[in-house]
Antibody, heavy 118, light 110 residues
Framework: EVQLVESGGGLVKPGGSLRLSCAAS????????MNWVRQAPGRGLEWVSS????????YYADSVKGRFTISRDNAKNSLYLQMNSLRAEDTAVYYC???????????WGQGTLVTVSS | QSVLTQPPSASGTPGQRVTISCSGS????????VHWYQQLPGTAPKLLIY???QRPSGVPDRLSGSKSGTSASLAISGLQSEDEADYYC???????????FGGGTKLTVL
């Protein structure tokens, strides 16, 4: 079964850091681009970042550029999101999602909640 | 304010046909393929339509997608109570060099 499981969310103070992980199973992780998408409470989906199969191509939303870093470890079938200088507006459920060859996201993980508050 | 514009809400009675629109520009919908996602309450999003009008296996054929110029739409016919969810369109934007989502449409089955 294709599965994505996020972890690492929690409560952090403004200006703090957090590292999210996404463990992939049931498919050949190394041949898929991967993405992070977030959803603030009661709000819509916001794409955060994407990384190509080898990590050569990386893209970020303007809202997180310079503060967040996406990475992957194909040997460990894992995707990461290092989040620094966190702000209250970064509070959201963070989903990882596999990107197929036609650039759609399928499947998505169950999400991990990040709360930035003093 | 989302780059892609969706109506915040839509509604219909069981059996009816409803359409959800997604309006963009030449840099996104006008030059790339559109995907649609369904998010049931309290769950992660699920791919509903890919490449403008393709259904993944398991998605019933009463759901369909279309695209024309800088707009796309999702149609749901034979509306059922289980269709009550939030729906999002998504596409790559060449100007932003990133993915963009519509603001989402909350579908209510009356």
């Amino acid at each position: 079964e294709v599965q994505l499981v996020e972890s690492g969310g929690g409560l952090v103070k403004p200006g703090g850091s957090l590292r999210l992980s996404c463990a992939a199973s049931g498919f050949t992780f190394s041949i898929y681009n991967m993405n992070w998408v977030r959803q603030a409470p009661g709000r819509g989906l916001e794409w955060v970042s994407s990384i190509s199969t080898s990590g050569s191509y990386i893209y970020y939303a303007d809202s997180v550029k310079g503060r967040f870093t996406i990475s992957r470890d194909n040997a460990k079938n894992s995707l990461y999101l290092q989040m620094n200088s966190l702000r209250a507006e970064d509070t959201a459920v963070y989903y990882c999602a596999r990107e197929d060859s036609l650039q759609s996201f399928d499947p998505w993980g169950q999400g991990t909640l990040v709360t930035v508050s003093s | 304010q989302s780059v892609l514009t969706q109506p915040p809400s839509a509604s219909g009675t069981p059996g009816q046909r409803v359409t959800i629109s997604c309006s963009g520009s030449n840099s996104n919908i006008g030059s790339n393929t559109v995907h649609w996602y369904q998010q049931l309450p309290g769950t992660a999003p699920k791919l509903l339509i890919y490449s403008n009008n393709q259904r993944p296996s398991g998605v019933p054929d009463r759901l369909s997608g279309s695209k024309s110029g800088t707009s796309a739409s999702l149609a749901i016919s034979g509306l059922q109570s289980e269709d009550e969810a939030d729906y999002y369109c998504a596409v790559w934007d060449d100007s932003l060099n990133g993915r963009v989502f519509g603001g989402g449409t909350k579908l209510t089955v009356l």
